[in-house]
């Protein structure tokens, strides 16, 4: 049955919020489909509409993005009420995709309203257009960091009369390098505003940005904080073992498998996306879409919406897609590369099972090398069973010897082993991601590859640093003997 039906369910009911909520948010939230608020709705909402700074932590799919942008509609609705001019609310999310999400969801939520205005303001898109949007007083802001600190430093933009900031994925705007802009976001609005943070996780920069951002009297919520596992009821996952060199074969063995289902293929750089991507659509003649950072904002919003309304399809993408995306019925999220961390793993698989009573698969493809990361997830509070490979991997080398005759090709397999490698540069668990001990050969057969490119690893220095830094990497080696691979 399902949970939005069940009158046993002890979920609050939203028309509880009756004294509350506007008449139309509520007709709106019903017309959406939803009766009953989750545990993350249930806790914030009431705290969030008396006006108090928020800040929750609750797993991904927890239904978050209803939490902030009711009392951000309300908090119009009052201003409105009392006849002031002006953008009231904004929201700021870590990716054009997540904005573009939220703000869809925003526009079936004031759908009853014919006096509310909202702007979508993201990288990849008219600045000019958006100035123009912008200068006309929106009430809603949904934008991404860096986007909307260019246009708060010109005259067009007012927002002396915001009155509500919403913070969503506050971990991730750190990861993306947008910690400089939303300090100069939040130095700017107004004091006197309510401010509510939403994430998946904290860490000392989010504790630090609450601080800043935050009266001192903050309600913390944390719906997770009991439970004694990290990810959601309904998830079924595990991780599977294989041999480095025949890591490609077994993908295709597994999308053979998950062919009538929708599935996400988690890379760890765009190259890698990139190859795989060209390989099985052209080589091996398999649905499948791709995206990453590097792609236009144009072709990024495409793929999204072809995924969206598919049925059954593979995605093949970087963490990009990782965070926030409310796609319905992902059936299968595969880690063909694995994350960098226990938080990076729960962002991942948080793509599906998403919502009350939905369910959903997730595996991750690890090395013989990498198997201690299984353990180091367990310390986390998440529990994966382990599946067994399968004997009979179909022999891919005549459809690679084939795709390797292009030159194209070769140089594309050659940039996606040296993106693999690279993205090792950045990965705190050295112990288990150890490029010293790792069989580069095996890497680079995986990828096609009969010798091993040359390729610039530096051991401990993140890509931002390598830059900056190589020449005295060159200057240490003579003496500290740093290992470096060619």
């Given at each position: 049955m399902d949970n939005l039906e069940d009158d046993t369910n002890p979920r609050t009911k939203f028309k509880t919020l009756k004294d509350k909520v506007s008449s139309a948010t509520l007709e709106a939230i019903k017309d959406m489909g939803f009766k009953k608020m989750t545990d993350i709705q249930a806790e914030v909402l009431p705290e969030a509409l008396d006006g108090f700074d928020v800040v929750a932590t609750a797993k991904t799919g927890s239904g978050k993005t209803l939490a902030f942008l009711i009392p951000s509609v309300e908090v119009v609705i009052k201003c409105l009420g009392k006849h002031m001019a002006g953008t009231f609310s904004i929201i700021v999310s870590p990716t054009r995709e997540l904005a573009i999400q939220t703000y869809t969801v925003l526009q079936d939520l004031i759908a009853h309203y014919d006096n509310i205005t909202s702007a979508l303001i993201i990288g990849g898109e008219s600045r000019k257009k958006q100035s123009a949007e912008l200068s006309s007083g929106v009430h809603i802001v949904v934008a991404t960091p860096g986007r909307l600190f260019d246009h708060m430093r010109t005259k067009e933009f007012d927002y002396s009369k915001t009155c509500c900031l919403v913070l969503d994925e506050a971990d991730k705007i750190f990861q993306y390098?947008?910690?400089?802009?939303?300090?100069?976001?939040?130095?700017?609005?107004?004091?006197?505003?309510?401010?509510m943070l939403f994430s998946a996780t904290l860490s000392e920069r989010t504790e630090a940005l609450i601080k800043s951002?935050?009266?001192?009297?903050?309600?913390?919520?944390?719906?997770?904080?009991?439970?004694?596992?990290?990810?959601?009821?309904?998830?079924?996952?595990?991780?599977?073992?294989?041999?480095t060199e025949y890591r490609l074969w077994w993908l295709h063995k597994l999308m053979k498998k998950t062919k009538n289902y929708k599935v996400m293929v988690f890379f760890s750089s765009c190259k890698s996306v990139e190859f795989h991507h060209e390989f099985f659509s052209k080589y091996c003649q398999e649905s499948v879409l791709c995206i990453h950072g590097k792609m236009s904002q144009a072709d990024r919003t495409d793929v999204i919406s072809n995924f969206y309304n598919a049925e059954n399809v593979t995605l093949f993408?970087?963490?990009?897609?990782?965070?926030?995306?409310?796609?319905p019925s992902v059936d299968w999220i595969v880690q063909f590369d694995p994350p960098s961390d226990a938080n990076e793993y729960i962002h991942r698989v948080g793509r599906t099972a998403r919502g009350m009573g939905a369910e959903g698969n997730a595996v991750m493809l690890l090395r013989p090398d990498e198997i201690d990361f299984v353990n180091y997830l367990k310390e986390s509070k998440i529990y994966l069973d382990k599946y067994e490979s399968w004997n009979k991997l179909a022999n891919l080398q005549p459809k690679l010897d084939a795709a390797m005759s292009n030159p194209h090709f070769q140089q594309l397999a050659v940039e996606a082993f040296q993106g693999y490698m690279r993205a090792f540069e950045v990965k705190k668990l050295k112990h288990i991601f150890n490029l010293i001990s790792m069989d580069v050969d095996a890497v680079a057969r995986s990828f096609g590859l009969k010798n091993r490119p040359d390729v610039d690893i530096r051991i401990g220095f993140s890509k931002k640093h390598r830059p900056r830094k190589r020449m005295a990497a060159m200057l240490a080696e003579k003496s500290t003997g740093e290992k470096r691979f060619k």
């Open positions: 390098g947008f910690e400089e802009d939303l300090k100069q976001i939040i130095s700017r609005l107004p004091k006197d505003r309510q401010t951002a935050m009266k001192e009297k903050v309600h913390n919520i944390n719906t997770d904080e009991d439970n004694l596992i990290a990810t959601v009821e309904g998830l079924k996952q595990g991780y599977a073992v294989c041999e993408c970087t963490d990009l897609a990782a965070r926030g995306l409310d796609i």
